[in-house]
């Protein structure tokens, strides 16, 4: 079974408006890490969020939040205020295992292609 | 602060040549990462090295890839002979391990693009 979906192989958004990429999760490890990643065209992987299992709030940095429903195991980021350099591929990932010491694998989703429309 | 350096960005062979790829992490970073991404997916975990250890390298083609990370730093991916099926970005990304979540985030470098003909 996939860990991690993204339905939406492609998204628009008008510029300005905001957008909301769904990420669904598959785990039953009660500690583990949801991250978002933007690849623009250049392919490098940008960070732009983080939310622990454990956290009790919703991340939010900058224009990026991420809407947390741990029931739901999803883990969808919204970007408000969409900007033409939001254009790119997202990708959602998960890092099961102890936040303590020790790096885990990433597990990542196949990603949506965003366009932001001028 | 630097980021994660790779080198070449872009690389052509023909098939069953050898090809070298190059990673230096974000400084302090004791934890590397060797990732592969096919086109039109997300990027896969080739192997993981804690300092100069690989304490993952269970998805590793080990018949012909190798990696090696001599002094805990800098690191080369190697694959002997490409075949055209290994065509694809090949992502090197570091991480602080041992910190709290925020810092064991992973960063990733530019990445190659590898092309075998």
């Known amino acids: 079974a996939q ?25 039953s490890d009660p500690s583990y890490g949801l991250f978002w990643y933007k690849q623009p065209s250049s392919g490098e992987m940008i960070f732009l ?16 939040s991420l ?3 741990k029931a739901r195991k ?26 303590g010491a020790g790096s885990y694998q990433l597990t990542f989703g196949k990603g949506t292609k965003l366009s932001v429309i001028p | 602060e630097a980021g994660v350096v790779q080198s070449p ?12 790829f190059w990673c230096n992490p974000i400084s302090g970073h004791n934890t590397l990462y060797w990732y592969l991404q096919n086109l039109g997916q997300g990027p896969e975990l080739l192997i993981r090295y804690e300092n100069e250890e690989a304490v993952d390298d269970s998805q590793l083609p080990k018949d012909r890839f190798s990696a090696e990370r001599l002094k805990g730093v ?4 190697k694959i002997q002979p490409a075949e055209l099926g290994d065509s694809a970005v090949y992502l090197c990304a570091s991480s602080h391990s041992g910190g709290q979540p925020r810092t064991d985030t ?10 075998v003909l």
């Open chain 1, 3 to 27: 860990k991690i979906t993204q339905t939406q192989p492609g998204m628009f958004v008008q510029e300005k408006e905001a957008v909301t990429l769904d990420c669904t999760y598959d785990t």
């Open chain 1, 49 to 64: 969020i983080y939310q622990g299992s454990y956290d009790q709030q919703n991340a939010t940095e900058g224009r990026y």
């Open chain 1, 67 to 69: 809407n947390f429903q």
């Open chain 1, 74 to 99: 999803s883990a969808n980021l919204v970007i408000s205020a969409s900007q033409l350099g939001d254009s790119a591929m997202y990708f959602c990932a998960m890092r099961e295992g102890g936040s």
């Open chain 2, 9 to 20: 960005r872009y690389k052509i062979i023909e098939k069953k040549q050898p090809v070298a």
């Open chain 2, 74 to 77: 800098d690191s080369t991916l």
């Open chain 2, 106 to 115: 992973q960063y990733f470098g530019p990445g190659t693009r590898l092309t």
